[in-house]
């Protein structure tokens, strides 16, 4: 059994710098603080400085990482900038490909959210159906379903972009499939026209945190009507469908929903949604946004081969001590 406290006190007595690591929040009002190695569905690796600890998923309620963006003032909050106020590196996810939030943020109305973050839920169309996706970042990267995109390279985005609190409906041709992970049912894209301005996005916060019973929404295009905003409450963190858990709320999802956030109260996209059973009501399933981090943390291992659009993964070239040297006779 993990004791929180005991690895609290010797964290301080090492001496560890917390200016450049992740804090890990635990039970029973305890942390630790170092560097987290892996994240995977049962624990959490973290580097402490003198050894790894394995820390039970179950143990902890959040993750604050160091790379977070700084928390918005509360005079700021409400404002076109909070929603949108991380620096992003497309190139490295530790570096803010998207954001997370530094800490706890109050909850507001569905409301207010709707309008603050509504801009960055975008519809995705292809010759053969649309579903939804949001931004993760400025710089037009954005996710959706798989099998919203699956066997299609003819790919647009309609975004309403907000000016002068008019809704601007605006279509993006130019948009590239950049990773794909066809068993979690997750696509990556990027819109790459000359014109696209700065996008607003949305953080990804944690299901862990999420209790069933809390109150969350969805934003999407069921049946082709874009901004479509429904609201329900999580019934279950942990519902096991074809071997892979997901989110199930009350929260109504129908086709073209599908790739779309689920947020918490808090703005923080907690899953995306793909599924619904259709012989009942208040049926609808989500991909917990750790999945989707994970997805996204290792997107060159999804990469999607132009020269092959068949196949979702990028294979490299072997190290070069095991190519084998061909010698010209």
Known sequence: MLR??????????????????????????????????AEKSDHIAVDIGYTVLVIPRNQVIKILRSDS?????????????????????????????????AKPTPARTVLELVNQIGEAVVQVRT????GSGF??????????????IEGE??????????????LDRKTYKQVRIIALNKFADLALLRVEDKDAPKFRYVPLGSSDGLSVGERVFAIGSPLGLERTVTEGILSTKTREVGGLLYLQTTAQI????????????????????????????????????????YFLDHRDAFAYANDNPSNPYRYL????????TRVEE
């Open 135 to 148: 931004f993760l970042n400025e710089d037009g990267f954005l996710i959706t379903n798989f099998h919203v």
């Open 127 to 130: 010759p053969g159906g649309l």
């Open 4 to 37: 929180p406290r005991q690895f609290v006190s010797a964290l301080v007595a090492c001496g560890l710098s917390c200016a450049l690591a992740d804090t890990i929040q635990l039970k029973d009002k305890a942390a630790i603080t170092g560097k987290v190695l």
């Open 254 to 293: 129908n086709p073209g929903n599908s790739g779309g956030p689920l947020f918490n109260l808090s703005g923080e996209v907690m899953g995306v949604t793909n599924m619904k059973v259709t012989a009942g009501e208040g049926l609808g399933f989500a991909i917990p946004v750790e999945t989707v981090r």
């Open 317 to 324: 070239e072997p190290p070069s001590r095991t190519r084998q």
């Open 153 to 166: 390279t003819q790919i647009t985005v309609e975004v309403y972009h907000q000016k002068e609190g008019q």
């Open 69 to 101: 963006p700084a928390p918005v003032p509360r005079s700021k909050r409400g404002s076109k900038s909070a929603v949108a106020t991380a620096a992003t590196d497309t190139a490295d996810p530790k570096a803010g490909f998207y954001s997370t939030p």
